[in-house]
């Protein structure tokens, strides 16, 4: 598509309850990212994949979130027994390439609009 | 890993105002630098990035930005705003060498009428 599409736009859940949020890369676009921003703050870097694996998953708060990209290019963050203090905007970002030095375009990361997601 | 400090957290002014946004990181080693901004209601969107080269980089809306490699600065100014640049704005740091870009916590951007 033209943009990263990210569903749901909002999605409010009981405290236990197991989520899915989906993002849709811009096609083409081989790296994707997960940020998380609370209100207030600017967005924390959660995992990052290159094709179908995830070569970066430090930013995972806990075992609780997990995120897959089966086909490399659709991927899911999943969130299960969900907690109060997951209540944030998630962020799914992609690019052309993670890592290509000093050139431009691959380097620049393209956002979705976010799923805010509100644990009750 | 890169940090990235912002030094205003909410800034007010008036149309026509000028503006100046602090940015500062840490990390040793070359660095991709951006500004992205979020109008209300909207998504995070690309106003300006720096790569190499001429360290005066001019951006949409009249947005420019100045990197000082030795201040490991990276401000943003525009010499009149306009209601419309009310928005968060974020800068942003990612090394030539790795993949994961860095946020700072953000400014909070109200121009009033």
């Known amino acids: 598509g033209a943009g990263v599409s990210q569903t749901p736009s909002n999605k409010v859940t009981e405290k236990g309850k197991y989520v899915e949020l989906r993002c849709d890369p811009i096609?083409?676009?081989?790296?994707l990212y997960w940020y998380r921003q609370s209100l207030g703050q600017g967005p924390e870097f959660l995992i990052y994949f290159q094709g179908t694996g995830a070569a970066d998953d430090s930013g995972l708060p806990n075992d609780r979130f997990f995120a897959v990209r089966p086909e490399g290019s659709v991927s899911t963050l999943k969130i299960q027994r969900t907690e109060r203090g997951d209540s944030a905007v998630y962020l799914c970002a992609s690019s052309s390439s993670g890592t290509s030095g000093l050139s431009s375009g691959a380097n620049v990361l393209t956002f979705g609009a976010g799923s805010r997601l509100t644990v009750l | 890993a890169q940090s990235v400090s912002q030094h205003n957290h909410h800034v007010i002014l008036s149309e026509a105002a000028s503006l100046e946004l602090g940015c500062n990181y840490s990390?040793?080693?070359?660095?991709?630098l951006f500004w992205y901004v979020q109008y209300p209601g909207q998504h995070l969107q690309l106003l300006l990035k720096y790569f190499s080269g001429d360290p005066l980089v001019k951006g949409i809306k009249g947005f420019e930005a100045e990197f000082i490699k030795s201040k490991f600065s990276f401000n943003l100014r525009k010499p009149s705003v306009q209601w419309s640049d009310t928005a968060e704005y974020f800068c942003?740091?990612?090394?030539?060498?790795?993949?994961?870009?860095?946020f700072g916590a953000g400014t909070t951007v109200t121009v009033r009428a």
């Open positions: 942003a740091v990612k090394p030539t060498n790795d993949y994961k870009l860095s």
């Open positions: 990390y040793g080693g070359t660095v991709n």
């Open positions: 096609s083409g676009h081989t790296a």
